[in-house]
């Protein structure tokens, strides 16, 4: 990198100064990177594809997105990659992108070179290849028309998923929903949603973009330098976390101080293990499908930073977070990191706090909000002041297709992988009850409190009378076996939070 003022000497409160003269990109650079961008579409709009077959067809450029800091709005100065996006008539889906991409790039490949004579400026394609696995996009180097600097570019191909997409509407579920039912690996489509990537981060407000400026720059000069052959998070998972800093610290207020939230940025790094980031601007929980996969995508061991565009990209996934903690740590001893007044900086949570729905037979469902690193028996302290009950409460809740499980208090909501909106049931018991759950055929589960001493007709009259079948409906089964009524329990060695199957007589 350019030789630039060391930022671990730059004083908190002079970091905006160092934003202002060393990082902000400078007008004759980001005149090259437009320059070398508006050249090499040319070229693929006008020469690469005129004339010729591929694939028995021929190929249209339907539109070309410029993607990565470029798009973003949030360059270094010298230092920033520009990215295109081509969005061809070939592929007609996810799948047709998948079987067909290796070829188009080979194909592409083999006409730069032949036009390479042609072109009145010069294109070289550095790297196409990743191991033995079908190449998936370009890297060019284009000539500086009015340097010797080599603006380096990276062409992606994609099918266009989206369409033509209004401005902040979201996406169809369907889409996703495809998304989700063809990728193989974790963000494997991820350029189809281009747009969506680019307009999350470019309408931010000026100030935060130059927060992840001084982010990416950090990144850049103290971590991918020390660590080039390292698999490192990406520069975009950083972004998004910075993102989300500034969100639930400013609650998104477009005027801030620097250093307090560089600190916080540098905090979250740190404490990197229990992250659990995503949003629902794009996607969200209401298509079963979509909100089933991001559960299970959230319950994956963290850091979990969810892509906001595309849910099957975890960019906490498989990365070296361990080596960019240590350097925050590091980073958060030196002089750019003090602050006036500690005390008052962003107070940013590991991952927002969650939506509970609180259901109780015979009271109407309210919510409440609770940090999901939380331990459950303070949410058991809210509800019992708000309900006033006086017996023990059991609070439990069921994943869609699965068992109804019982919430122990010194657990966290994030324990049990809960990070997004959730339905508790409560129930009291008084000694000597204990607490059963009842799920029905259609994999609903409520939970009852019954002495272990009660018969199984004395719980068939209970479901009853909470609204289920009559008694002489009602088939009960435990570990496969049918329960006769004047069983008790206890002789059944049912126990507290076991679950029995209801079977409704036809």
Sequence with gaps: MDPTPDLYATPGDRLDAFLE????????WKEEGQDAWQRVERFFRDQCFRDQLVLDQEVRV???????????????????????????SCFTSFQEQAKHRGTIIDFIKERLDHCSESLAYNITVVHYRQGSRKPRSLTLQVQSKKSSDVIRMDAVLAFDALGPLCPDSKP?????????SSYSHPGEFSPSFTVLHRDFVKRRPVKLKNLLRLVKFWYLKYVKSRY???????????????????????????????????????TLLRDYEEICIYWTKYYDFQSEIVG??????????GPIILDPADPTNNLGEGRR?????QEAVNCLRQPCCRTDDPSQGWHVQQARDVQVTVKQTGKENWTLSVNPYSPIWKMKAEIKKRNCNTGNQRLSYQEPGGDRQLLRNKHTLA????????????LETFFPEIQVFVKDSHGQSKPYAIDPDDTILDLKEIIMEAGGPAVEDQILKFQGRTLRNHESLDDLEIEDSDTIMLIRRS
């Design 228 to 266: 080039q052959n390292t698999a490192l998070p990406s520069k975009y998972a950083l972004e998004l976390l910075t993102i989300y800093a500034w969100e639930m610290g400013t609650d998104q207020q477009e005027n801030f101080n620097m250093d307090e939230g560089f600190v916080a940025v540098m």
């Design 321 to 325: 977070w361990d080596l960019v903690a």
């Design 21 to 28: 003269h060393s990082l902000q990109p400078r007008w004759d």
């Design 292 to 301: 089933n996969f991001i559960k299970q995508q959230l319950k994956k061991t």
């Design 415 to 426: 324990s049990y992988g809960i990070f997004s909106k959730v339905n508790i049931r409560v």
């Design 62 to 88: 339907l539109k070309v997105l410029k993607a990565g800091s470029f798009g973003k709005g949030t360059t270094l100065n010298h230092t920033s990659d520009v990215d295109m996006v081509l969005f061809l």
């Design 172 to 180: 169809a579920p369907e889409i996703y929903e495809d998304l989700i």
